[in-house]
């Protein structure tokens, strides 16, 4: 999906204007002799300055007594002028998204840009002195998809740009005016932006996702029992139906035992049938080696496996739970070797994020929306040590033999794992376990430690640092990254 841009209002949107500009506007008076009355003038602001002038001098007298409020305004308005509660936070938002954002405001643009200064707002962009539908041009122009304003002529604008039209209710207008005026979402005020955003993201990405199963027609899911290969399945059931998806769960040594059953009754769950493939990958001279790209000859497997599987059961793809999150994570030598075999990746392309998985995961009642990463037992061996059977049926006896003394002592782990580093078993815990007073009082790391021994590591330690995803990449040589 093309990356997300959203505009946004100034005036009573991010900012309270109305201490400023009634500053202003007594100044002006002063110099003209005029008793503006400035609670009157400031009840709705957002049309242009003119407008609000004309009503008040001589028609021939407002364009320069404009020039001369905008000379005035930085001496008079910036300081005085706050962000709105939920300002800052809205933006990050828009940030927390990978998005792009941009001030469309009538306001003089060196004034705006002022503001944005004064207040530390994170904006990529600046256009001033447009208003109404003006606005939707700018908006057209710089690819936005969502305006937020406070202003029905902010409606207009987004209505004018096709873009989703987003109103808070901290200006003059009111809900209903602003509903009259056609916008679609209605917000008391910014502190609300952020969950809607979210939704909407979410909304729009599910709709992405069902058109881009559609398209295939016919898949068989790289099923690992995941979070996101989980999802992926359920989606595919609900875009094809269950006769038109299969999950396919790879027997291997690296599939942890634990995995398998409930892998198996999710999918029964869903009617799903559910195929059980042997692969061979510690048949891989690549794969044994573990020198750095080990993924690539593990997934090269995988796909040699399934492709010709699909085939044989009349499904048109196989799909990875590739995320847009794993595509951006730089050194993924697995995505490529599935990229090479033609597998499809439906969430990246409608452009899921761990995190939107998850929380779309939830909406449905899927059990997995909350299970933790388990990645494959041979991301537990350093890079540099052969991948064998018996190095991952070590590993996984050792992280069952902690997860029981965790478990015996009232404090189970979410995030657990036991990396081979030779002789040595290091213990990755969930960093709130490591100050709690199980481990911090020292009993209960001998009690752990014992554990992983007792599972055939020669030696065992605790890492001070806790959980770290895909920590061994941290000492992968710079030619692999």
Request: contains cysteine.
């Amino acid at each position: 999906m093309d990356q997300l841009v959203v505009g946004f209002d100034l005036d009573m949107t991010l900012i309270d204007t109305v201490p400023g500009f009634a500053a202003t506007l007594v100044a002006l008076g002063g110099e003209l002799g005029v008793d503006f009355p400035t609670a009157e003038m400031t009840a709705r602001l957002g049309p242009p300055l003119d407008h609000l002038l004309r009503d008040h001098l001589p028609a021939a007298a407002v364009d320069a007594a404009g020039d001369r409020f905008r000379a005035l305004y930085p001496d008079h308005a910036i300081a005085p002028t706050l962000a709105f509660p939920g300002a800052h936070e809205a933006l990050a938002a828009v940030r927390r998204h990978g998005g792009r954002i941009v001030l469309v405001t009538g306001k003089y643009a060196p004034n705006a840009q002022r503001h944005v200064d004064h207040l530390g707002f994170d904006i990529d962009h600046v256009e001033g002195w447009v208003w109404g539908a003006g606005k939707g041009e700018v908006l057209r122009a710089e690819g936005a998809s969502v305006y937020v304003g406070d202003h029905v002529h902010d409606v207009e604008g987004a209505l004018a740009a096709g873009v989703t039209s987003v109103s808070v209710l901290t200006g003059g207008c009111t809900r209903e005016e602003l509903e009259a005026a056609g916008t679609h979402v209605v917000l008391d005020d910014l502190t609300d932006f952020p969950a809607w955003l979210d939704g909407h993201l979410l909304d729009l990405r599910l709709v992405a996702l069902e058109e881009r199963l559609r398209e295939l027609g016919s898949v068989l899911v790289a099923f690992s029992g995941g979070a996101d290969s989980a999802f992926l399945l359920a989606a595919a059931v609900r875009a094809l139906g269950a006769d038109h998806v299969a999950a396919a769960t790879a027997y291997s040594d690296s599939l942890p035992e634990a995995e398998r059953d409930p892998a198996r009754d999710f999918a029964e769950d869903l009617g799903v049938r559910l195929l059980t493939p042997e692969t061979h990958e510690m048949e891989r001279d690549g794969y044994r080696a573990n020198d750095g790209d080990r993924c690539y000859f593990c997934k090269a497997e995988l796909l040699d496996v399934l492709t010709p599987l699909a085939a044989e059961h009349g499904l048109a793809a196989v799909a990875t739970g590739t995320n847009a999150d794993d595509a951006r994570a730089g050194f993924r030598p697995g995505i490529r070797a599935a990229s090479e075999r033609g597998a499809a990746t439906p969430l990246q392309d409608a452009g899921f994020t761990k995190e939107q998985v998850r929380a779309a995961s939830r909406r449905w009642g899927l059990p997995t929306w909350d299970k933790p990463a388990a990645a494959c037992l041979s991301s537990r061996v350093a890079y540099g040590l052969e991948v064998s059977p018996h190095r991952l049926a070590r590993i996984e006896r050792a992280e069952a033999a902690v997860r029981r003394v965790l478990a015996a002592a009232g404090t189970p782990a979410r995030d657990l794992r036991v990396r081979d580093l030779g002789d040595r078993g290091s213990v990755e815990l969930d960093a709130d376990l490591l100050t709690g007073p199980l481990l911090a009082g020292g009993s209960g790391e001998a009690a752990v430690l014992d554990a992983v021994r007792g599972a055939g590591f020669a030696e065992a330690v605790l890492d001070p640092r806790g959980f770290r995803s895909g920590s061994m990449n941290e000492a992968l040589d710079q030619r692999f990254r």
